[in-house]
């Protein structure tokens, strides 16, 4: 067996701790290290997204001294064994784990996280841009096709799913885990294209109830079909969740009904950040009450994103230069209240510490404006059951103080009437008019 295959069987066994893998290569090629080191390497990307590059080189190299995970500026140009060509542009490189030998030959082994690497296949014009996206149910139809205007111009977008992807939709699904499931392919020549991918990642990771990413970019050769190159990048991604909103065979009129506004709101909103704090909550991995807690919160980021759009007093009653040449006279009047009805001084003090929250509005009126500004029609009765679910999430970590025998079922609809209102909230503030799931209901109902 020579030099180099048992270089390659050790850089695999470097790499199989981490698996399961979507792509791998293995080649010989330039590390820029300094001068310049030729190594033996094998790079490959998980199947949730993150990219790992393993090398071994002549010389003693100290990664990873001290046992300190210090980055590297590293680039690495390459061929595989197949001729294709590797490389992983200059970024830092974090190292994972490092083995020196000292011999008369001395060599290191090393195994780096990447942020990206590309491969080139075979040469020739690029007709499509394919994105490969991680936990999308493309649905019964193995696809979801729409129609939007992008950046002035008209935008065809097709979504297919991979080969086999109802089987890794059941594995990832029951593990809880990450892969790629389906496809996004653009015309070449469509502008700002990794910025058109990421707004639909973002619709659809709201309308699936989990983090939608794209990993993966390939150029499809305009001849023959096949994949000239590939891009593979280290991106943010998260477990299946199987909260969804939106029905997959519904994700058509969804798409294309939200687009345009999802793009104008989601600056002013930050919506962005909503959706991904939204698809984090809706994680099933936690206890119950762990999860209404951050339900809550999201609630409260919503809220809070409200209040600054849409409120000049910032979700005060008075200016709060106003309020203040007030509380002097506040807590005077507290004082006398208190000595009228014979309340101890530590009590008084303890009232006065509060007298700063007189000046913000109660939730309900913030909830109730919310709402209307929406365009939500939620009844006095159904906002009171949000309030006291919210109310008792943050002060007591329970849904409720009810009996011990009823807890658990009460906890559940608690739960789910949580899920209907965030859901509701976020389908009117992109003015959605479809069919979504009603967790209460069970079933699917329109929009009111």
């Excluded at 069987?9 to 310049?36: I, K």
């Excluded at 100290?62 to 680039?75: H, I, K, T």
């Excluded at 999860?291 to 994103?305: N, S």
């Excluded at 709402?371 to 009844?379: E, P």
Aim: glycine share 6%; proline share 4%.
């Amino acid at each position: 067996m020579s030099r180099a295959v048992a270089n390659l069987e050790s850089l695999s066994a470097l790499l199989q701790d981490y698996g399961p893998f979507r792509a791998v290569y293995s080649g010989r090629g330039d590390l820029a290290l300094g001068g310049g080191s030729i190594c033996q390497f094998r790079v490959a990307q998980t199947a949730s997204g993150s990219c790992l590059f393993a090398c071994r080189l002549g010389g003693d190299h100290p990664f990873l001294f001290n046992g300190e995970p210090e980055a590297y500026e590293l680039s690495f140009d390459g061929l595989t064994r197949e001729g294709f060509r590797v490389t992983v542009p200059e970024s830092p490189w974090t190292p994972v784990s490092s083995t020196r030998v000292f011999s008369a030959h001395s060599q290191t082994q090393a195994l780096f996280l990447i942020r990206s690497f590309r491969v080139e296949k075979t040469p020739g014009a690029v007709r499509l841009h394919r994105f490969l996206l991680t936990n999308l149910d493309p649905g019964p139809r193995g696809r979801i096709e729409a129609a939007v205007t992008w950046r002035g111009e008209p935008a065809r977008v097709m979504l297919e799913g991979v080969e086999g992807h109802q089987a890794i939709l059941k594995r990832v699904s029951h593990s809880r885990s990450v892969a790629v499931t389906a496809t996004l392919s653009l015309e070449h020549g469509t502008a700002e294209p990794e910025a058109l991918v990421d707004s639909i990642c973002y619709i659809l990771s709201l309308a699936q109830g989990r983090k939608i990413q794209w990993v993966g970019l390939q150029g499809v050769a305009e001849e023959d079909g096949r994949v000239a190159w590939e891009e593979s990048f280290a991106r943010s991604t998260k477990r299946y969740g199987v909260l969804s909103m939106i029905q997959p065979f519904q994700a058509d009129d969804y798409v294309q009904q939200v687009f345009s506004r999802y793009i104008s709101v989601r600056g002013p909103w930050d919506l962005d950040r909503l959706i991904d704090a939204y698809c984090d909550a809706k994680s099933d991995e936690d206890f119950l009450e762990s999860r209404g807690v951050k339900l809550v919160v999201v609630l409260e980021m919503l809220k809070a994103q409200h209040i600054e759009m849409s409120d000049p007093q910032k979700g005060f009653i008075l200016p709060p230069r106003s309020f203040a040449r007030m509380k002097k006279d506040l807590r005077a009047a507290i004082d006398d209240v208190g000595n009228n009805h014979e309340i101890d001084h530590s009590k008084l003090s303890a009232m006065k510490e509060k007298v700063a929250e007189l000046n913000r509005r109660s939730l309900r009126r913030v909830l109730a404006t919310m709402c209307s500004d929406l365009g939500i029609q939620m009844d006095s009765s159904t906002l009171k059951r949000i309030m006291m679910i919210r109310n008792n999430l943050i002060h007591n970590g329970r849904y409720s103080l009810s009996s011990r025998d009823r807890r658990r079922l009460e906890n559940v609809e608690f739960y789910q009437s949580l899920l209907n209102f965030l859901d509701i909230s976020f389908l009117s503030l992109l003015e959605y008019r479809g069919e979504h799931w009603d967790w209460l209901q069970k079933k699917s109902v329109t929009m009111p």
